[in-house]
């Protein structure tokens, strides 16, 4: 049967690909380690091995962290004035007190003073020197700003 151009092509390029390839695999890690010397014929068949170290040479043991709750502050001046928009897995939309929106990466500062430490479900998570404080998603409507209708002069119909 004889070979069409494609399996030809295949054969001559894909067949050094392979021995390359299996020679890394079985040469891989060689030189990296040191190899073990082999024993003398008259060695015993046991390792001695070095006494344990005394117990004041070891470092004392570490004390088990605390669970502590995360502490909620009240919202600084700074964060009082902060609306969350809209969040993503890598950060949160954020609506400043000047109506300007940003995105905020996760671990960002988003005014002096205040991080976004986090984002879950409904709520961006930031961090303030008085502490955590959760911001929820706002779902209403933006504000709008109302405009007084312009007075009209007495005396003139008005308008329909």
């Known amino acids: 049967m004889p070979l069409s151009d494609k399996d030809r092509r295949a054969l001559l390029f ?9 020679l890394y695999l ?6 990296s380690a040191p190899r073990p010397e082999p024993l003398p014929a008259d060695a015993p068949a046991t ?18 962290p605390l669970a502590t709750a995360p502490v909620v502050a009240a919202p600084s001046s700074s964060a009082s004035q902060l609306r969350l928009v809209g969040i993503l897995a890598s950060g949160a939309l954020i609506a400043m007190a000047d109506g300007t929106q940003r995105f905020v ?22 961090a303030t020197p008085g502490g955590e404080i959760r911001l929820p998603l706002d779902v209403g409507p933006p504000p709008q700003q109302v405009v007084a209708p312009a007075a009209t002069p ?3 119909p008005p308008t329909p």
């Open 14 to 22: 894909g067949g050094p690909v392979m021995a390359v390839l299996i």
């Open 26 to 31: 079985l040469t891989r890690g060689e030189g």
């Open 47 to 64: 390792v001695e091995t070095a006494p344990p170290p005394p117990m004041a040479a070891l470092p004392p043991p570490m004390p088990a």
């Open 105 to 126: 990466p996760v671990g960002r500062e988003i005014v002096p003073g205040v991080t976004l430490r986090g984002v879950d479900v409904h709520e961006a998570i930031l």
């Open 154 to 156: 007495p005396g003139t």
